[in-house]
């Protein structure tokens, strides 16, 4: 089997390369195949999180001991070098207090791309340069490939779309791209779950973590609430004409396109539309009023072009899960982007992220702040 990282032939004789081992099958598996190419693989898992006390919870997340262990005993097999490095500090500033403010703040963030922003693709890099590493590597499911005509570092879709995760790595820069390997872009996870098994990896048929390492069975009210050490207080929940309809139980509690668990009886089902953090109101409508035509985003960040002088056509995406719609990309004076759908859609929340498409390539991303409904 033809197992190619991501990176031209030119780049695939014996760099050292640091990977980035979450004890997960998947950064396992990438490790093994680069020693297979040739490199020299050195593995590192970032600890980040103290791992909560209940064991449910550390079976859903990854930061566990378990996580660090596994990892171990997956470099030892494959006989290559481990370190653990500690990014407790730096993860808590750049991850769980932006996570916290966000949701305080009425948007809904998503704290696994701030990981790899600051953590797995600036903090990791930092260390491997400083250990005089040539690459780092991870287990994410997109490809790298670099356009012959401009030069650029392209970030592209994984072949297996069922686990394709380039919507989380929209923030890479050229810099990072040129010394980032993604050995499984090209494969199916069940392919990667063979090679594990044929190489006798521990992990081989570990599930994948799906929780946020740092809040324990996706409550993350309550872990804001002990974050902070603060009541939260109530609020109320409004119409769009500001009739008050009930009480809410804090503005973080609720993110946009929520349907389940109001608490509110209607004679037909109410959607959360939009939030007022300084009035603490929740507004409900109707879903048609869950439809968006146009929504702006900021901290913007191109791979594919330079910044547009002018509207261009994409694919926009604004969740992980969602398949992308078409929109025109309108660039503004002050370096935010308007998002003009081509038809309304449904669930865009500030704090989340829209990243930009042509076909399988990633043209670029940013953060949604605020949004028009249609």
């Known amino acids: 089997m033809g197992l190619m990282s991501g990176k031209d032939d030119t780049q695939m004789s014996n760099g050292k390369v640091l990977v980035g081992m979450s004890g997960g099958v998947d950064s396992s598996t990438a490790a ?5 190419e040739g490199y020299e693989v050195y593995g590192a898992t970032l600890k980040m999180w103290d791992e909560p006390a209940d064991p449910e919870a550390v079976s859903k997340t990854c930061c566990s001991l378990e996580d660090v262990e596994d990892a171990r005993a997956t470099a030892f097999r494959m006989d290559i070098p481990f370190y653990v490095l500690n990014m407790k500090s730096l993860f808590e500033e750049k991850v769980v207090k932006y996570f916290v403010d966000s949701y305080l703040a009425g948007e809904t963030p998503n704290p696994c791309i701030a990981c790899n922003q600051h953590i797995k693709f600036e903090a990791m890099l930092a260390k491997a340069m400083m250990l ?56 199916t996870k069940k392919q990667v779950r063979e090679i594990a098994r044929e190489k006798g990896l521990i992990n081989s048929s ?69 939030k007022d953090v300084n009035k603490n109101t929740v507004v409900l409508g109707p879903k048609e009023k869950t439809l968006v035509k146009r929504f702006y985003a900021d901290e913007v960040n191109y791979i594919a072009i330079d910044r547009p002088g002018k509207p261009i056509k994409v694919w926009a995406k604004t ?16 370096g935010q982007v308007m998002i003009e759908y081509h038809e309304p859609q449904s669930f865009v929340s500030p704090g989340q992220s829209v990243v930009f498409y042509d076909g399988d390539v990633v043209l670029g991303g940013g953060i949604i702040r605020r949004f028009e409904i249609q």
């Open 32 to 36: 093994a195949i680069l020693k297979d």
């Open 132 to 187: 005089e590493m040539d690459y780092i590597a991870t287990g994410h499911y997109a490809r790298i490939e670099r356009d012959a005509g401009t030069g650029r570092y392209l970030l592209k879709k994984a072949v297996d779309l069922t686990k394709d995760q380039s919507y989380v790595l929209y923030m890479l820069r050229q810099d990072q791209l040129s010394r980032l390997l993604l050995p499984l872009g090209s494969l």
């Open 206 to 274: 570990k599930p994948d973590s799906q929780d946020i390492c740092f809040v324990r069975n996706g409550h993350y009210s309550d872990f804001i609430r002990q974050y902070t050490k603060k009541e939260i207080p109530e609020g109320t929940f409004v119409d769009e004409s500001g009739k008050v309809l009930g009480k809410n139980k804090g503005i973080f509690e609720y993110t946009i396109g929520q349907r389940k668990g109001l608490g509110i009886s209607a004679k037909s089902r109410l959607y959360v539309i939009g």
């Open 319 to 334: 969740r992980y899960s969602q398949k992308e719609a078409e929109a025109m990309l309108h660039p503004l004076e002050d």
